[in-house]
């Protein structure tokens, strides 16, 4: 059971990979509905951003215009207190309330056309400090006061004169449900300036919550959102035609960081599960803040209408496209781009590409008869590449049989000479350090380490030295650390020799042969072997020069013998190292000849020969 629902839901899978057709068109179809969703996406989201932006723009301007509508009655309340706060006779009054019934039924009458003129008033009261009152406006049903009296004056007497918004409540009369408000206090005194007079009374102005409640729902329609005062300390919703005044708005604190001359911000948060656009306005002297909200599916309602008119349009676009694709797709587009690849791969000299085998048609032929040619090109390529090293090889070992036999020819003569005329311990020297070089020559092995190297030259000088008394002079100098690197053998012994022969051998007093070993790089050391003999002829030089810098493996055997040691030194190091290594020539006049060898820095340990030389 279990395999045949596998079965079946492979199918199309396998349906779409048998057919190459129906492969093409299903990569053109995944190709444009990605195409026609990322601009949509990029589309919509762009869009959205912009909306949003202009929803913030005017949700700012409705709510500022809002605050600033409320703080203008504030405002009013305030100075209506003010002007009362400065009239003498209203000061006498306070002070002798109950005395005069004139002036009571005077200020009455004031107080109810004040409340008549401002219908977001709903009641004002004067009162003594224990004593007195007089109020205008609504009560409850038993005319007792229904608010928290005491905090409101404590708070009216601590501010002097100073006018003071405090927070209240009422009981709402069509719910008979407690509701909050804001109510001005203001402590009324005698003015005089001359001495400090007390505190007579407090007059209260309470701003009415219906009022407050129709001008919140006033300001909001489907597009502008809802509207509510909010403690900005707590974030509980005092008033608000829609909102529960218990409410708590969480994670919203962003709303009430209000600063100089920031008296308004906006956030996007949750509400009860909705994203909602929250802007929030300070409302001055008061903890209390205007807030407005909207959800962001109300402000994207025309744009998800036009998105989905657009993905309507997209998909009947996507489906003409797909027929269109499916007439002029080709049957081989997406194995012949794999076969191109495999190709290209080979031209770069990757010959072990194999090209996947998706399918079992003519393509797939192809594909499985050009992996197996560039699989038999490759094991070609391996076994020319193993001939050629062993061809290498055997070429390194002919040319270190090819040393110029000019001082083995003068050497014995020179032994000849001495052995007939003089009993000289010369000789042994000369025939022990010869069969020293003998031995090193013969060795296994065509790679030796410096260090060997300057013990076959230093044999070879000593030897020469014998032969040339006070006309010769020779230094070595090695840097240390390079002791250790690798060279071809016999890689030097060329180089100085000819020194000899084209240099100090037609110098009668004052030969000197330097040989100098250092660092390039990391990777690179120089072998330099400098010798004050006559100088290289100008154009001779520059042909030489140009010989080497020419130097290849087909034309060696081209060169003669008299440079064959050079050629032999340079070809040496090509193979061995590569084509960026190899040797120079410079010689003038004043600066005698210097021969300069280029290495690459290996290091390993020493052959067991060198440690057997030292015994």
């Known amino acids: 059971m279990q395999k045949m629902r596998t079965k079946v839901l492979l199918f199309p899978y396998h349906w779409i990979t048998k057919s190459l057709y129906r492969k093409i068109w299903f990569c053109f179809f995944i190709t444009i509905s990605i195409t026609v969703s990322a601009l949509g996406l990029d589309y919509y989201v762009q869009t959205s951003s912009d909306i949003k932006q202009r929803a913030v723009g005017n949700m700012e301007q409705i709510s500022s215009q809002s605050a600033a509508t409320l703080e203008s009655y504030m405002l009013n309340v305030k100075n209506f207190a003010w002007d009362y706060f400065g009239n003498k006779d209203f000061q006498q009054f306070v002070s002798k309330m109950g005395a005069d019934p004139d002036a009571y039924s005077h200020y009455s009458a004031k107080f109810s056309q004040f409340l008549t003129d401002n219908p977001v008033v709903d009641y004002i009261m004067v009162s003594q400090l224990d004593g007195y009152m007089l109020s205008s406006g609504r009560m409850n049903e038993t005319n007792e006061l229904d608010f928290d009296f005491e905090p409101i004056e404590k708070a009216a007497v601590t501010k002097d004169g100073k006018g003071i918004w405090v927070p209240t409540h009422t009981i709402d009369a069509a719910t008979n449900q407690q509701v909050n408000t804001l109510m001005f206090a203001q402590a009324v005194k005698i003015i005089n300036f001359n001495i400090d007079t007390p505190i007579v009374g407090v007059i209260y102005i309470r701003l009415s919550p219906e009022y407050l409640k129709k001008w919140l729902g006033d300001i909001a329609s489907d597009e502008q959102g809802n509207y509510m005062l909010v403690d900005s300390a707590s974030g509980q919703v005092m008033l608000s035609d829609h909102e529960r005044t218990d409410a708590q708005l969480q994670g919203l604190n962003g709303l009430f960081r209000f600063s100089y001359g920031i008296s308004s911000r906006y956030l996007f948060g949750d509400d009860h599960g909705v994203e909602t656009l929250f802007v929030s306005n300070e409302l001055n002297n008061t903890s209390w803040a205007l807030i407005g909200k909207v959800p962001l599916q109300v402000l994207l309602k025309q744009l998800n209408t036009f998105a989905l008119r657009t993905l309507v349009i997209g998909m009947i676009c996507l489906l003409g496209a797909m027929v269109i694709a499916s007439l002029l797709a080709s049957r081989i587009i997406t194995p012949l781009k794999l076969l191109k690849n495999g190709i290209i791969s080979i031209e770069q000299g990757n010959y072990e590409v194999s090209v996947p085998v998706t399918s079992k048609d003519e393509i797939g032929y192809f594909i499985r008869h050009f992996n197996q040619m560039a699989k038999e090109i490759n094991s070609l390529i391996v076994k020319v590449y193993e001939t050629e090293l062993v061809k290498k090889d055997a070429e390194i070992k002919s040319l270190q049989s090819q040393i110029n036999p000019h001082f083995l020819y003068n050497t014995l003569g020179m032994i000849d000479s001495l052995a007939s005329l003089y009993e000289d311990e010369r000789i042994s020297l000369i ?181 057997a030389n030292r015994r």
């Open 431 to 611: 025939s022990s350090s010869l069969a020293k070089m003998f031995r090193y020559n013969i060795s296994g092995g065509h790679m030796s380490t410096l260090q060997t190297e300057i013990r076959q030259l230093e044999i070879y000088l000593s030897i020469q030295q014998i032969r040339f008394g006070a006309r010769l002079r020779y230094s070595i100098e090695i840097e240390e650390g390079l002791h250790a690197t690798l060279t071809p053998k016999l890689l030097l012994q060329p180089l100085v020799e000819n020194s000899f022969i084209h240099g100090i051998d037609h110098l009668t007093q004052g030969g000197e042969i330097r040989i100098r070993a250092y660092s390039l790089s990391d990777t690179d050391a120089a072998i330099t072997v400098w010798n004050n003999g006559p100088a290289i002829e100008p154009h001779k030089l520059m042909v030489l020069q140009e010989k080497l810098e020419l130097c290849q493996q087909q034309n060696y055997s081209d060169h003669t013998a008299s440079s064959i040691g050079l050629f032999n030194v340079l070809y040496r190091i090509k193979l061995v190292f590569g084509s960026s290594y190899g040797l120079t020539v410079q010689s003038s006049q004043d600066q005698g000849t210097t021969v300069t060898v280029l290495i690459k820095k290996t290091r390993v340990e020493e052959p067991s020969y060198e440690i």
